[in-house]
């Protein structure tokens, strides 16, 4: 059973950055499919973004060009870097580990293991 850690949420303004970082319990990130999700109040649960064991990224559209994942398997530690955030960002933010690691996906059930969320408000 792997131990998700967040750290990073908090209160931003529009246009603003946050970096949000997920530690994994295991020496042996570099096998798995690690992701970001999100939960706004009333919606959904919604992928954001993951980085498969091969390297491939994905984005859901509202996030492209202004969300950078990334991962650091030797600390076993991957990353959300969230520039020019908007006030539609705000949620609980999720990391989330697949044990089925090559194949890039943004939906709850590819993913094993879930962190405890951390919240990040986007406001002026």
């Known amino acids: 059973q792997l131990q998700l850690v967040e750290s990073g949420g908090g209160l931003a303004q529009p246009g603003g950055s946050l970096r949000l970082s997920c530690v994994v319990s295991t020496s042996n990130l570099d096998y798995y499919l690690v992701g970001w999700f999100r939960q706004a109040p009333g919606k959904e649960r919604e992928g954001v973004s993951c980085?498969?064991?091969?390297?491939?990224?994905d984005y859901v559209d509202s996030v492209k060009d202004r969300f950078i994942i990334s991962r650091d398997d030797a600390k076993s530690t991957f990353y959300l870097q969230m520039n020019s955030l908007k006030p539609d960002d705000t949620a609980d933010y999720y990391c989330a580990v697949g044990r089925i690691g090559w194949k890039p996906a943004l939906v709850s059930k590819s993913y094993d293991y879930w962190g405890q969320g951390t919240q990040v408000t986007v406001s002026s």
């Open positions: 980085i498969s064991s091969t390297g491939r990224i």
